[in-house]
């Protein structure tokens, strides 16, 4: 079996979910879904040692202290690169590719997805190893449940081994576009989570965006190495112009592929994403409670309270959510416009990848 290296990539500052995710406490560091955080929950579903190596995790200096807390309690070893600054995806895993075996299969997953069936991710992330060792560049394609507007879709091409060709990568559609791609078959979203040998990714990268790689490559070459943590350099870094893994190199070579999975994955992109990944909190009207509150004549209400009791009348798809001292109510609509609010727009991004 093809050993695989998890890339987690650990940041961000999730101001939709605003105001329970923060730029100091961000959503992989909360425990939004069942007990632990979404960050523990990565490591763990890439914990069988028998399919995956130890990872390595791409975090900020903001978020080293979440990540040396979870890898200890949970008992796991890792590698950590700390990014000197955010620069987008495609330098998170350039660094992460510099400092691998040319062979390595990386297997790239952000730390604040929510995936329900992990059985599934195993053997997407198998299927997945095949192709990356035939040099393939490989996307999870997750089966679309709705026609969601805020995600790229993928579009299948021809068959290729365990997998597919990927005939094209799409932008974010409009609400028709996106009922046409269900309708028509042959789309699925992409979920950011992609398979590749760390040579093959390079040597892409230098194809199409040589001035990155040039210095991603610096930024390792005068790295230092605590023993826990690895410290690009921060001056050839900083000269790295910040863009996703998706524009730099997936929609622009020609070995692009893509395996299918249908995982109960959720990126928890707002508060309507995580009244559903809590479906099966809910009660008979559809009511979603963490905390303390009392609902009367409610459905499809969410309720999140770190402690003062919430009391609802007569509303329906509602969330409302209390943390500390800051109280939001929105519509399931008005979700989307979360990070729009002062209070989350005025906090300081901070990405890793």
């Excluded at 730029?23 to 914990?47: I, M, N, W, Y």
């Excluded at 791409?58 to 955010?86: F, M």
């Excluded at 997805?113 to 393939?136: P, Y």
Aim: proline share 5%.
């Amino acid at each position: 079996m093809t050993t695989i290296v998890p890339v987690i990539l650990c940041g961000g500052s999730g101001t939709r979910l605003w105001p329970r995710s923060r730029t100091s406490h961000p959503k992989s560091f909360l425990s939004l879904v069942g007990d632990e955080t979404l960050f523990a929950q990565t490591l763990t579903r890439c914990g069988d040692r028998t399919r995956f190596a130890d990872p390595v995790i791409v975090t900020g200096k903001a978020h080293l202290g979440h990540v040396e807390e979870t890898l200890a309690r949970l008992g796991l070893a890792a590698r950590i690169v700390v990014e000197p600054e955010a620069k987008n995806t495609a330098a998170a895993i350039a660094l992460a590719a510099q400092t691998l075996p040319d062979n390595a299969i990386m297997l790239v997953c952000p730390s604040d997805h929510h995936i329900a069936d992990g059985g599934a991710f195993g053997e997407a992330a198998s299927a997945a190893a095949d192709l990356a060792t035939q040099g393939w560049l490989v996307a999870f394609g997750i089966a679309p449940t709705a026609p969601e507007t805020g995600f790229g879709y993928i579009r299948q091409g021809a068959e290729q081994g365990a997998g597919y060709r990927i005939a094209r990568f799409v932008e974010k559609p409009d609400l028709e576009t996106a009922k046409g791609f269900l309708e028509a078959g042959g789309y699925s979203w992409n979920g950011g989570i992609f398979m590749f040998r760390a040579d093959a990714f390079l040597a892409e990268l230098e194809k199409f965006r040589p001035a990155l790689a040039l210095a991603a490559a610096e930024a390792v070459r005068t790295g230092a190495d605590d023993g826990t943590c690895f410290h690009p350099g921060a001056a050839p870094f900083s000269a790295i112009e910040s863009e996703s893994v998706d524009y730099a190199v997936m929609e622009q070579t020609e070995r692009a592929a893509m395996v299918p999975v249908r995982m109960g994955w959720s990126d928890i992109g707002n508060w309507v994403a995580l009244r559903e990944a809590r479906a099966g909190e809910a009660d008979a009207d559809g009511n979603v409670v963490r905390g303390r509150a009392d609902l009367v004549d409610c459905s499809n209400v969410m309720v999140d309270s770190d402690g003062p009791r919430v009391s609802v009348i007569g509303l329906d798809n509602v969330i409302v959510v209390v943390d500390g001292d800051e109280v939001l109510v929105t519509s399931a609509d008005g979700a989307q416009k979360v990070g729009k609010l002062p209070g989350a727009a005025n906090q300081q991004e901070d990405k890793a990848g």
